[in-house]
C-alpha cells in the first residue's frame, strides 16, 4: 500500500490522475457538448459493430468512407464495457488526451527536465480544446496522437537510439493514415525536413533504420485499402476516400488563412499570449537550433505548412500542433521568464484568465448554481493572480482572498505559471461538472419518439447527431421549397425555430408534433442582458420543433 501511494504521488502520475477525472465527469453527458460530426463516427462504430465488420464502414446502410477504421476499432472495443453509448464513444478520445499528455511530458523531459516537462503538461491539459476533444468522439485526439508520437520518436535519433525509434515511429505514422489518411505522410516528412533545418543536417534521419521505418508505416497503413481491394470496394474507395476526402480539400470550400492560424491562439487559450511571446523570443535570440525549441518548433511547421497549402482549411486542422506549443511555451518561459517580453504576456494572460473569472458572474445570474460559479471565479482569479509571481497569493490583500488557495500553492513547485495553470486545471473540472447541469437537453424522450418515425427530415442543423439519436439517417433540407415538399407529402420536419421564422413556412400545412429548448444558434448581446436582468436562462433557448404535414401546399 505505501508503494501504491508512493507511485501515485509521483508527479506524473498524479497529473494523469488529475485529468483523467477533469475531463471523464460527465463524460456520457447527450446534452453538452455535442459535435455533429461526432454523431456520425459513433454511428459508423455501431453499424460496424452490427454488422461485425471491421474494414467497411457503412453509415445506416450507406458506403461511408469518411475517414480510416482506427477510430472506429477503438470506439468499438470500448462498447464492450460501456455499451453503444456516446460515453462508449467519448472514452477512447479522452484516454487519446491522456496519452498525449504523457508524451509531451516524456519529451519536455528529454530535451530540458522534468519540471519542464510537467509545466508542458498541465498547458496542454488546461488548453480550452484539449477538454474540447477529450471529451467528444471525435478524431482529432486520435489523430494528434498518432502523429505527435511518430514525430516524439524520430526526435530521439539523435540520442541514437536509432532501432526503436523507427520502427516506433513508423508503427505511429501507420495509425495516423488509419486515423485520418494519407496526409500524415507529408506532414511527417515535413517535419523530418525542418528538424534537419534547425539541427543543422539530415544524416540521422537517414540509415537503413529509416527503411525499417517506410516499411513499418506503409505496412500498418495500407491494411486498409488492402482489405478494401479484396472486398472488392476499391473503385469507389479510391473515389469516395481519396478523391473527394483528400485531393477534394485542394479545390473544395475555401477558407482563409485565419482559420488555421487564428484559430490556433484560440484552441490554446488561455496561454495564446504567452505562445505569442515565446515564439518571438526564440526567434529574437536565435534559438531555434536548441533541440527544446528546434523540436516543437518543426512539428508546428510541419503541420501549418502542410495544412496551408489546400483551399479546405477547418478550424481543428491546427489542434495537433497544441502539444508542441505547450512544449515551446515550457521551455521559452523557463528559459526568458523574467525578460520584460515574457512579463507582458504573463501580464495579458492574467486579464485574459481575469476576464474568464469575471465571467462567471453574470453566467451565476443566468444559471445559478451559486456555489460552482463562485468556486469557479474564485479559481480564475487565483490563477490570473498567481501567473505574475509565485508568491503572488501570500500578499496580505490576496492572501484573504484566496485563504484555501494560497495555502494549497505553498503544496505546489515554486513556478508562478505551473500554479497558474494547476488552478486553472481545477476551473476545467469544474466546468465539466457544470456540462451535467446544463439546462437545455440536446434532445427529449418526446422528441426522440418523434423523429424515430420513418420519412422524417431535418433542416441544416446537426444532421448527424440527430440521425444518432434518431438511429436512422435523417435527409438534409436546405430550403424553404424543400420543407414546403416534405411537408406536402405528410412527412415530419425537425427544425429550430430560427429556420422556421426565417423560411416563413405556412401554419396550415403544419403540426407541431413535439418540441423542446435548445441553446439558440446565435445568441445577441440583446438575449444576454434579458437573461442576465431576468436571471434565466430561458432567453438564450429556442425551440426545437418536429413538424408533421397536414395538407398540400397552396401558395408558395
Known amino acids: 500500500m505505501t508503494d501504491l501511494m508512493r507511485r501515485l504521488r509521483h508527479p506524473l502520475v498524479a497529473a494523469l490522475l488529475f485529468f483523467a477525472v477533469a475531463y471523464a465527469i460527465f463524460l456520457g453527458n447527450p446534452n453538452f457538448p455535442r459535435e455533429d ?12 459493430a452490427s454488422e461485425n465488420e471491421w474494414f467497411k464502414p457503412t453509415w445506416f446502410g450507406a458506403l461511408a468512407f469518411y475517414k480510416p477504421p482506427l477510430l472506429y476499432w477503438a470506439m468499438r472495443v470500448s462498447f464492450i464495457p460501456f455499451g453503444e453509448t456516446l460515453l462508449g464513444g467519448r472514452v477512447p478520445s479522452l484516454l487519446f488526451t491522456l496519452l498525449i499528455l504523457f508524451l509531451v511530458y516524456r519529451l519536455g523531459a528529454s530535451l530540458k527536465d522534468p519540471k519542464t516537462g510537467l509545466l508542458a503538461l498541465f498547458l496542454a491539459g488546461t488548453c480550452v480544446s484539449s477538454g474540447r476533444f477529450a471529451r467528444s468522439g471525435m478524431l482529432d485526439a486520435a489523430w494528434s496522437l498518432c502523429l505527435f508520437a511518430a514525430m516524439v520518436e524520430i526526435a530521439k535519433l539523435h540520442k541514437g537510439d536509432e532501432k526503436a525509434s523507427w520502427l516506433v515511429a513508423g508503427a505511429a505514422l501507420g495509425g495516423a493514415l488509419l486515423v485520418k489518411g494519407p496526409v500524415a505522410v507529408p506532414i511527417v516528412l515535413a517535419f523530418i525536413f525542418f528538424a534537419g533545418l534547425f539541427r543543422g543536417g539530415w544524416r540521422p534521419f537517414f540509415s537503413r533504420w529509416s527503411l525499417a521505418f517506410a516499411g513499418t508505416a506503409l505496412g ?28 477534394g480539400k485542394f479545390h473544395d470550400l475555401y477558407y482563409p488563412l485565419s482559420n488555421l492560424y487564428g484559430y490556433f491562439l484560440v484552441h490554446f487559450l488561455p496561454w495564446s499570449f504567452l505562445f505569442l511571446a515565446s515564439l518571438g523570443l526564440l526567434l529574437w535570440k536565435k534559438a531555434w537550433k536548441e533541440a527544446e525549441f528546434s523540436y516543437p518548433l518543426a512539428m508546428m511547421a510541419a503541420i501549418f505548412l ?24 515550457a521551455a521559452a518561459y523557463s528559459r526568458w521568464k523574467e525578460t520584460p517580453v515574457m512579463k507582458g504576456a504573463c501580464l495579458l494572460t492574467a486579464i485574459v484568465l481575469g476576464i474568464i473569472g469575471l465571467s462567471f458572474i453574470p453566467a451565476w445570474m443566468i444559471f445559478g448554481n451559486t456555489f460552482l460559479f463562485m468556486a469557479l471565479g474564485l ?13 503572488a497569493l ?99 420536419v425537425l427544425i429550430n425555430e430560427e429556420y422556421l421564422k426565417e423560411m416563413k413556412v405556412p401554419k396550415k400545412l403544419y403540426r407541431e408534433i413535439a418540441s423542446w429548448p435548445i441553446l439558440k444558434r446565435r445568441i445577441r448581446n440583446a438575449d444576454l442582458k434579458t437573461a442576465y436582468k431576468a436571471a434565466d436562462s430561458l432567453p438564450l433557448a429556442e425551440r426545437m420543433i418536429v413538424l408533421e404535414g397536414i395538407s398540400q401546399p397552396g401558395e408558395r
Not at 37 to 48: H, N, P, T, V
Not at 310 to 317: F, G, K, M
Request: proline content about 8%; glycine content about 6%.
Open 394 to 492: 501570500s500578499s496580505p490583500w490576496t492572501g484573504r482572498l484566496f485563504l484555501p488557495l494560497a495555502l494549497a500553492a505553498r503544496k505546489l513547485p515554486p513556478n508562478a505559471l505551473f500554479r497558474s495553470a494547476v488552478f486553472f486545471g481545477c476551473v476545467i473540472l469544474l466546468l465539466s461538472v457544470f456540462s451535467g447541469l446544463w439546462p437545455f437537453p440536446f434532445i427529449t424522450p418526446e422528441g426522440k419518439e418523434a423523429i424515430h418515425q420513418k420519412g422524417t427530415h431535418i433542416v441544416r442543423i446537426s444532421p448527424f447527431q440527430y440521425s444518432l439519436e434518431a438511429e436512422q439517417r435523417l435527409p438534409q433540407l436546405q430550403s424553404r421549397e424543400d420543407v414546403i415538399a416534405v411537408l406536402a407529402k405528410g412527412e415530419r
Open 37 to 48: 460530426d461526432e454523431g456520425l463516427y459513433i454511428a459508423i462504430a455501431k453499424s460496424m
Open 220 to 247: 500498418v497503413g495500407a491494411i486498409w485499402p488492402l482489405s478494401m481491394w479484396a472486398k472488392g470496394e476499391w473503385e469507389t474507395w479510391w473515389t469516395f476516400f481519396i478523391i473527394r476526402e483528400n485531393f
Open 379 to 391: 479559481l480564475s482569479l487565483a490563477a490570473a493572480v498567481q501567473v505574475l509571481h509565485p508568491d
Open 306 to 329: 502542410v495544412f496551408t497549402l489546400p483551399e479546405t482549411r477547418l478550424v481543428h486542422y491546427s489542434f495537433p500542433a497544441l502539444p508542441a506549443g505547450a512544449l515551446l511555451v
